[in-house]
């Protein structure tokens, strides 16, 4: 009796820990943060009027599927390096706790099952984007994080995409010049991709104040992120304000496309103002502690821009 207690135990402990490795493998906390700004991008769209739990609930499924397929290829590909590193070194293929076999497996079914997803329950044209965003992050931005810090450029679009994979699911068109009314109210589809303005900008000081803390563990991995290649320096801090000051006018074009308010408008503008001193004190200051401020504000800014978006959202009166 006491064997049989004993062995359903330790079942259930295996169990748990290889769902904790699958949560792992496919970053729940990343994933969920990317599939949180699809979500948001897709209620935002106007004829979006009548919010349906199932949809949004398919489109989280579908979303966590395709950025947990392209998480997983990419632990995948960087296995030894993950190793090398302290903060990855516990992921379930460096460990060698799962082998790429398996690994490789709950990619295919995952990032096939998300796109399906995507076009039967949406459309062809989120479905399509959202093929596309999986290939770059993991083919394209993956690889080339070893060779060039031009790696987070890239890397940049997959990472904005998400905005856009929301609007167009709700919209049907990637088409940034066509338009569509709504109970005769006319909205413009440049609105999707202002969306996708604004988490593409954020992406810069958000990545390279991380790159900054982490610097040592990156460097120790081979890995080239920072500006120029090199470690901390001026020009990443000027280009983290560069881009920090960006954000401000294409913040405003939520408001220019009348997806949202006056409210949300000033909020957004507040917002990107800090982000720009929070760039500029690490300019000045050109320490960790700084780049460490820079990377917690990004970390607040996002859910408080998107959410403030939701909520300010242009009503259609039906």
């Not at 379930?92 to 099952?113: D, H, Q, W």
């Not at 000081?205 to 900054?212: D, L, M």
Request: charged residues 10%; aromatic residues 14%.
């Amino acid at each position: 009796m006491a064997d049989s207690a004993k062995m359903s135990s330790s079942a259930s402990f295996k169990l748990v820990q290889k769902l904790r490795d699958y949560f792992q493998l496919m970053k729940f906390t990343l994933s969920f943060t990317v599939v949180f700004s699809c979500v948001i991008c897709y209620l935002l769209a106007p004829n979006i009027v009548e919010y349906s739990l199932l949809q949004i609930i398919l489109l989280f499924i579908a979303g966590l599927m395709i950025t947990g397929s392209a998480n997983a290829i990419n632990q995948a590909v960087e296995k030894d390096t993950d190793a090398l590193m302290k903060r990855t070194g516990k992921r379930p293929i460096a460990n060698g706790r799962m082998s790429l076999k398996e690994a490789f497996i709950f990619a295919l079914i995952t990032g096939v099952a998300g796109v399906v997803l995507m076009f039967i329950f949406f459309n062809l044209a989120s479905s399509l984007l959202s093929a596309c965003s999986l290939f770059l992050y993991a083919y394209i931005y993956t690889p080339l994080k070893k060779l060039s810090s031009v790696a987070v450029f890239v890397g940049a679009f997959p990472g904005a995409l998400p905005c856009l994979i929301g609007w167009v699911a709700a919209t049907n068109t990637i088409n940034p010049f066509a338009s569509f009314d709504v109970n005769g109210i006319t909205f413009s589809n440049g609105a999707g991709w202002a969306l996708f303005g604004i988490q593409f900008l954020w992406q810069f000081p958000h990545f390279w104040a991380i790159a900054w803390v982490a610097h040592t563990d990156y460097a120790k991995a081979g890995f080239k992120l920072l500006p120029g290649g090199t470690g901390p320096t001026k020009l990443t801090a000027l280009q983290a304000v560069m881009y920090s000051v960006l954000m401000i006018p294409v913040g405003l074009m939520p408001f220019y496309f009348n997806i949202s308010g006056r409210v949300s408008m000033w909020v957004l503008l507040a917002a990107n103002i800090f982000m720009v001193i929070q760039s500029v004190r690490l300019y000045i200051s050109m320490d960790v502690k700084s780049a460490r401020r820079v990377m917690f504000s990004s970390y607040i800014y996002l859910p408080v821009v998107l959410l403030a978006l939701l909520a300010d959202k242009t009503n259609v009166i039906q």
